[in-house]
């Protein structure tokens, strides 16, 4: 307010003094531009190199052949848990058997004495072999076996070492395709950098040739 009365005074003033009025023309107000879309940021790598560093990785072993020959050379594949129950409900259908054999052995001495006649010894000896087969069905184990129950309890812990065998080949699969690309994509500069990543192959491959028994270059 203040400084609008300032401005008509200073007006005033110059109209006493014979000025010519001043025009106070606003000046146009521009309509903002439009601001332009912002490019994308260029990656700080070669795509092209990338995509021919993924397609030079070596292809076998693939990570399901890691991963089945891990299992396998654990014994902790999915079919021989099958395998185990189908075999736990056989056996409740199969009968238990019992064999028994008996072998006898008699021997005897008779004295025939008759009259106006020599006395005489005979022996008597024979052989007896007996063999008994006894055969038992339990018809309960058929509707509920305890060996299935066992066996399923079985089948549970090895679902569960399978799981954790399977999370360590794989972390270690990937670990080592990393280490591959890294050779290639970023050599390390410094000798102690490129001998832990060196080692740390040899390391890898080791425990993984270990837990397959494939052969890894």
Same mark, same amino acid.
């Given at each position: ?10 007006? $005033? ?8 009025? @001043? ?52 014994? @902790? ?18 009968p238990r058997v019992s064999v028994q054999f008996d072998h006898r052995f008699d021997q005897g001495w008779v004295l025939d004495q008759e009259a106006g006649s020599a006395d005489s010894l005979r022996n008597d000896a024979g052989n007896q072999s007996v063999l008994r087969v006894d055969a038992t ?29 399977? @999370? ?10 990393? @280490? ?25 491959? $080791?425990?993984?040739? $270990?837990?397959? $028994?494939?052969?890894?270059?």
């Amino acid at each position: 307010m203040r400084g609008s009365i300032l401005v008509l005074a200073w007006l $005033g003033v110059l109209a006493w003094l014979g000025d010519p009025p @001043i025009e106070i023309t606003a000046a146009p107000i521009e309509a903002p531009t439009q601001a332009e879309p912002l490019e994308p940021p260029a990656p700080d790598f070669d795509p092209e190199r990338l995509a021919a560093a993924l397609a030079a990785l070596p292809e076998h072993p693939s990570l399901a052949e890691v991963q089945a020959a891990a299992l396998r050379h654990a014994g @902790i594949d999915p079919s021989q848990a099958r395998r185990t129950l189908q075999r736990a409900r056989a056996a409740a259908a199969a009968p238990r058997v019992s064999v028994q054999f008996d072998h006898r052995f008699d021997q005897g001495w008779v004295l025939d004495q008759e009259a106006g006649s020599a006395d005489s010894l005979r022996n008597d000896a024979g052989n007896q072999s007996v063999l008994r087969v006894d055969a038992t069905w339990d018809l309960d184990r058929l509707v509920f076996s305890s060996d299935e129950l066992r066996v399923t309890r079985t089948a549970l812990d090895l679902a569960d070492w399978r799981e954790r065998v399977l @999370i360590e080949i794989t972390q270690l699969y990937f670990e080592r395709q990393r @280490i591959l690309l890294e050779a290639r994509l970023a050599p390390a500069s410094e000798l102690e950098d490129a001998l832990d990543r060196a080692l740390r192959l040899r390391e890898i491959e $080791g425990v993984l040739a $270990g837990l397959t $028994g494939l052969e890894f270059e």
